[in-house]
């Protein structure tokens, strides 16, 4: 498998559940992002990781946790979730580097969350 | 901060006819600017991208754009739009920040084709 892999696609979870969502690059790349895509709204960076070290936070909630193990993987625990989270999950990854080939974001499809 | 403006929340065309597509930006410094395109149930696929250089650049599908720094802008062409262009369109522009990559993201135009 290849590219950038986010699973699952759909998730419907209710306010007081825990859930994870997952993404996986195979690219070799040593950077990942996750961004917010809501209704009507820019797509919002909520984290980064550089060779798994957290290097952004984008003031995002508590709510919300990331964790990345290892370059390859990236998850994104979910708990007391509001129904204002819901929104598309949006995974990223890129090549470390200086040269210009390196300032490109390769996307998942997704996790479409739905909050109840 | 860097920030990009895309004027047009919903563009709509003819199949066949031309297609530009509105992007200001603001940023202090010499942008990283690129295009991505969205289409329904995806992410985002790079477009086309411009680091310096040409300020035309070429990308895949057929499109092209052209970095104007006298205009903050960097606007998204195709000479010929097919059914399958219907997508949305996002901006974006991105600095370097100890070692973090950021892009920052348009709010998106929509693009509809009509037949």
């Known amino acids: 498998e290849t590219g950038v892999t986010q699973t699952p696609r759909h998730l419907v979870m209710g306010m007081t559940n825990k859930k994870s969502l997952k993404c996986e690059q195979h690219?070799?790349?040593?950077?990942m992002y996750w961004y917010k895509q809501s209704a009507k709204k820019p797509l919002e960076l909520m984290f980064v990781y550089n060779f798994k070290e957290q290097t952004e936070n984008n003031s995002v909630p508590s709510r919300f946790s990331p964790e990345c193990p290892n370059s390859s993987h990236l998850f994104l625990h979910l708990h007391t979730l509001q129904p204002e989270d819901s929104a598309l999950y949006l995974c990223?990854?890129?090549?470390?580097?200086?040269?210009?080939?390196?300032?490109?974001?390769?996307f998942g499809a997704g996790s479409r969350l739905t909050v109840l | 901060a860097q920030s990009v403006t895309q004027p047009d929340i919903h563009i709509t065309v003819s199949e066949g006819a031309s297609l530009e597509l509105r992007c200001n930006y603001s940023y202090g410094a010499t942008p990283y600017l690129f295009w991505y395109v969205q289409s329904p149930g995806q992410g985002l696929q790079l477009l086309l991208k411009y680091f310096s250089g040409d300020t035309l650049v070429q990308g895949i599908k057929g499109f092209e754009a052209e970095f104007k720094r006298s205009q903050s802008s960097f606007n998204l062409r195709k000479p010929s739009v097919h059914w399958s262009d219907a997508a949305e369109y996002f901006c974006?522009?991105?600095?370097?920040?100890?070692?973090?990559?950021?892009?920052?993201f348009g709010r998106g135009t929509s693009l509809i084709v009509h037949p």
């Open positions: 974006a522009v991105g600095r370097l920040s100890g070692g973090s990559y950021i892009p920052t």
């Open positions: 990223a990854s890129r090549r470390a580097g200086g040269d210009s080939g390196a300032n490109v974001l390769t």
């Open positions: 690219l070799g790349h040593n950077a």
